[in-house]
């Protein structure tokens, strides 16, 4: 879903030449700051945290953050699994399937012995 969202915002932005007011947004579709911000406080909600965990306050296009860095490769892996997901049609995940409020998922979705 995320991902035909991605597309369709593209090609939108492409053709009618809109312009982003936001820096540094690489894997979300978004391009209006409020959109952003209601999608950031409800990963927060999802993993428990604050702005603070990820984000520099006052820089947060920085990248220095580590946990920046990582989120944006889980929010890239969620993408690609609800694009899967939607094919098999399968009800999308998001951070809340496996991080339940916590920074740290509790368990793994795979348990290795």
Request: charge should be positive; glycine fraction near 2%.
């Amino acid at each position: 879903m995320i991902a035909k969202l991605t597309i369709v915002f593209l090609t939108a932005s492409v053709l009618f030449g809109q312009k982003s007011e936001l820096k540094n947004v690489k894997v979300l579709p978004f391009k209006k700051k409020r959109e952003l911000v209601n999608y950031m406080k409800i990963v927060s909600k999802e993993l428990g945290v604050k702005c603070s965990f990820c984000h520099i306050p006052n820089d947060y296009t920085s990248d220095k953050k580590a946990n920046k860095v990582v989120a944006r490769e889980m929010i890239k892996m969620t993408q690609n699994a609800n694009s899967v997901m939607a094919n098999l049609n399968f009800k999308e995940v998001s951070c809340w399937t496996c991080h339940r409020g916590n920074k740290i998922p509790e368990r793994s979705p795979f348990k290795m012995s």
